[in-house]
């Protein structure tokens, strides 16, 4: 089993920067797929970015390509999402997922682990 604690989120204006991070226990991330979902009120949880298990590939919803940023550190074991540039409309809960081992990226729900999420809320 893996627990997954986000924390980072906050309150921005818009074009201002927000770090999340995504703290692993029980075992380690260092060989799982991670990816950041988001949920705003009303509406479905979608896929932001993900990165592959070996950290070669990552992955952007076209919203946020050239402004966010995904990475994993597997020392730390810990995941994060630079966000830059942000907009009123990245206002949400933002969800940190884990696959298991060794098994590829989706930007489906399709993941066996989840974070509690942390809110972002970006001001104009």
């Known amino acids: 089993q893996v627990q997954l604690v986000e924390s980072g989120g906050g309150l921005v204006q818009a074009g201002g920067s927000l770090r999340l991070s995504c703290a692993a226990s029980g075992r380690t991330i260092n060989n799982s797929a991670m990816a950041w979902f988001r949920q705003a009120p009303g509406k479905e949880r979608e896929f932001v970015a993900a990165?592959?298990?070996?950290?070669?590939?990552?992955y952007y919803t076209e919203s946020v390509k050239g402004r966010f940023t995904i990475s994993k550190d597997n020392a730390k074991n810990t995941a994060y999402l630079q966000m830059n540039s942000l907009k009123p409309e990245d206002t949400a809960v933002y969800y940190c997922?884990?696959?298991?081992?060794?098994?590829?990226?989706?930007?489906?729900?399709?993941?066996?682990?989840w974070g509690q999420g942390t809110q972002v809320t970006v001001s104009s």
């Open positions: 997922a884990a696959k298991r081992p060794y098994t590829m990226v989706v930007k489906t729900t399709e993941y066996e682990y």
């Open positions: 990165i592959s298990w070996n950290i070669i590939n990552t």
